[in-house]
């Protein structure tokens, strides 16, 4: 029996449970790392914010803008590139040109923008409203009846930036989109889910006290209010919301999730929690002499495309390299910057969908990704035939298995749900196009693109730990 459960243990791959196959000490810190996350997936709500908080705590650890170096040198640089996206370098030993280890995450997440010209007055109902469009693959009707918050900025002719945030105090008014009671609601049941909400009923109530005026009739008097409430606060214009960016997002903070506290649930989590975890990967790698030089970039739109000026696809990604080889005085040619890139070596920090226990019917569970399992490797996305994936070569899945192991990772593979059930895409394959070697590598998610995903606390830790790991071995 000994020899057949040797045997067994020598030749079987089987996911180890976090929980049970690491210490007690290191589940203490497991928890304790996620007390951090939370704080930070509680005020970066937006791209914008993810972008102000990473700066503020990487000026904190001396790190200096590679714009503004002139002649002074420095270790440990970054650049942020029209507020939307952003680049963290810790110069290595090796010259850039011999590769470098890149972790790239997005900071973006599925929302309800709302529209240039958002404001007006619903005549019949006498209540002022707000216009939306909603942003990436959500289920519209998660977002009906549920308190939602305010975030995003406004750019006034003059320049100034308004930064905006109303609905995360306990003082403030949340905004709702209020959804159709079941009373009334027999046609719209007999919809599929997909249709019984329509992108032009996902309104939000804005105000319903009119503007008063003791000698006239006010036209539009709940409008008027509303645009003066406005000025009044923030010193905004109807006109100068045609150069906002708002967004609505689930109001209130990341909690502790389940009864043992194992789980945090928050709003944006696909992909801050990569976001959050790479950066404090880089944080530690700072404190070591590390080989290779080791960068953390953070996109944007990536849940629409990936294109845009703070996407995967944008100039940044090529431009920001061709900094660091210009720093270091090596050749800045289009030619040394392929090669670099082609040397360069990338996870592409994104989640993956968990077994959810509710609707274990979507995935193959030889195949997909526990909660609570560590980080999860996932050699290709994409849909049907693989459409839209980056496929990981095998020597470089292969040589991140061996790291992880050696430096005792919890880790684990998962593919994005069963074969021709849906699938999805990473930006993976807009990095690989630059002949880096890419894997999609970051922790599952239940719940992914809801208002309030789920994720484990040790599959957390797990991503920071493979992050620092991929930064120091390869």
Same mark, same amino acid.
């Given at each position: 029996?000994?020899?057949?459960?040797?045997? /067994?243990?020598?030749?079987?791959?089987?996911?180890?449970?976090? %929980?049970?196959?690491?210490?007690?000490?290191?589940?203490?810190?497991?928890?304790?790392?996620?007390?951090?996350?939370?704080?930070?997936?509680?005020?970066?709500?937006?791209?914008?914010?993810?972008?102000?908080?990473?700066?503020?705590?990487?000026?904190?650890?001396?790190?200096?803008?590679?714009?503004?170096?002139?002649?002074?040198?420095?270790?440990?640089?970054?650049?942020?590139?029209?507020?939307?996206?952003?680049?963290?370098?810790? #110069?290595?030993?090796? !010259?850039?040109?011999?590769?470098?280890?890149?972790?790239?995450?997005?900071? *973006?997440?599925?929302?309800?923008?709302?529209?240039?010209?958002?404001?007006?007055?619903?005549?019949?109902?006498?209540?002022?409203?707000?216009?939306?469009?909603?942003?990436?693959?959500?289920?519209?009707?998660? %977002?009906?009846?549920? !308190?939602?918050?305010?975030?995003?900025?406004?750019?006034?002719?003059?320049?100034?930036?308004?930064?905006?945030?109303?609905?995360?105090?306990?003082?403030?008014?949340?905004?709702?989109? !209020?959804?159709?009671?079941?009373?009334?609601?027999?046609?719209?049941?007999?919809?599929?889910?997909?249709?019984?909400?329509?992108?032009?009923?996902?309104?939000?109530?804005?105000?319903?006290? !009119?503007?008063?005026?003791?000698?006239?009739?006010?036209?539009?008097?709940?409008?008027?209010?509303?645009?003066?409430?406005? %000025?009044?606060?923030?010193?905004? /214009?109807?006109? *100068?919301?045609?150069?906002?960016?708002?967004?609505?997002?689930?109001?209130?903070?990341? /909690?502790?999730?389940?009864?043992?506290?194992?789980?945090?649930?928050?709003?944006?989590?696909?992909?801050?929690?990569?976001?959050?975890?790479?950066?404090?990967?880089?944080?530690?790698?700072?404190?070591?002499?590390?080989?290779?030089?080791?960068?953390?970039?953070?996109?944007?739109?990536?849940?629409?495309?990936?294109?845009?000026?703070?996407?995967?696809?944008?100039?940044?990604?090529?431009?920001?390299?061709?900094?660091?080889?210009?720093?270091?005085?090596?050749?800045?040619?289009?030619?040394?910057?392929?090669?670099?890139? #082609?040397?360069?070596?990338?996870?592409?920090?994104?989640?993956?969908?968990?077994?959810?226990?509710?609707?274990?019917?979507?995935?193959?569970?030889?195949?997909?990704?526990?909660?609570?399992?560590?980080?999860?490797?996932?050699?290709?996305?994409?849909?049907?035939?693989?459409?839209?994936?980056?496929?990981?070569?095998?020597?470089?899945?292969a040589k991140l298995i061996h790291i992880f192991e050696d430096e005792k990772v919890s880790w684990q593979t998962g593919s994005l749900g069963k074969v021709d059930?849906?699938?999805?895409?990473?930006?993976?394959?807009?990095?690989?196009?630059?002949?880096?070697?890419?894997?999609?590598?970051?922790?599952?998610?239940?719940?992914?693109?809801?208002?309030?995903?789920?994720?484990?606390?040790?599959?957390?830790?797990?991503?920071?730990?493979?992050?620092?790991?991929?930064?120091?071995?390869?």
């Open positions: 029996m000994k020899k057949t459960e040797d045997i /067994r243990k020598k030749l079987m791959y089987k996911p180890k449970n976090f %929980w049970i196959d690491t210490t007690k000490n290191e589940q203490k810190i497991a928890l304790k790392f996620s007390e951090g996350y939370k704080k930070y997936l509680s005020c970066c709500k937006t791209e914008r914010q993810a972008i102000r908080f990473t700066l503020e705590e990487i000026k904190a650890k001396s790190f200096v803008n590679i714009e503004e170096l002139g002649t002074k040198s420095s270790r440990f640089v970054y650049r942020v590139f029209k507020n939307k996206a952003m680049a963290i370098a810790v #110069i290595g030993k090796s !010259p850039i040109s011999k590769g470098v280890n890149i972790v790239a995450s997005h900071i *973006d997440a599925p929302r309800v923008d709302l529209k240039q010209n958002p404001l007006y007055e619903d005549k019949e109902t006498q209540i002022g409203m707000l216009r939306t469009h909603y942003y990436g693959g959500i289920k519209k009707y998660q %977002w009906m009846s549920t !308190p939602l918050a305010l975030h995003g900025v406004v750019v006034k002719q003059n320049g100034d930036r308004v930064h905006i945030t109303v609905g995360e105090s306990e003082l403030d008014p949340v905004f709702i989109m !209020p959804d159709l009671l079941p009373h009334l609601a027999k046609d719209q049941m007999t919809k599929v889910a997909s249709e019984f909400i329509q992108a032009g009923q996902m309104n939000v109530v804005f105000n319903s006290i !009119p503007y008063s005026d003791e000698k006239d009739e006010v036209k539009d008097a709940i409008k008027l209010q509303a645009l003066q409430m406005i %000025w009044e606060k923030y010193s905004i /214009r109807e006109e *100068d919301l045609l150069s906002a960016e708002l967004q609505l997002v689930p109001a209130g903070k990341a /909690r502790d999730a389940g009864f043992d506290k194992s789980f945090v649930v928050g709003y944006g989590q696909d992909d801050r929690i990569c976001a959050y975890t790479s950066l404090q990967a880089l944080l530690d790698v700072k404190e070591i002499d590390a080989n290779k030089t080791c960068v953390v970039f953070l996109f944007d739109k990536e849940e629409v495309g990936s294109d845009s000026v703070g996407g995967a696809t944008s100039v940044f990604f090529k431009d920001f390299i061709a900094d660091l080889l210009k720093l270091k005085n090596e050749d800045i040619s289009e030619n040394n910057l392929r090669k670099t890139l #082609i040397n360069s070596a990338v996870l592409s920090a994104d989640v993956n969908a968990g077994i959810n226990p509710n609707f274990p019917a979507v995935h193959e569970a030889q195949n997909a990704c526990h909660l609570g399992y560590g980080v999860v490797l996932t050699k290709y996305t994409g849909a049907r035939g693989k459409s839209g994936s980056n496929d990981a070569t095998s020597e470089f899945m059930e849906g699938g999805g895409g990473t930006i993976a394959k807009f990095l690989a196009m630059h002949g880096c070697d890419v894997i999609d590598c970051g922790p599952g998610l239940l719940g992914m693109h809801s208002l309030y995903e789920l994720a484990s606390k040790a599959d957390i830790y797990s991503t920071y730990k493979a992050y620092k790991a991929f930064f120091m071995r390869v």
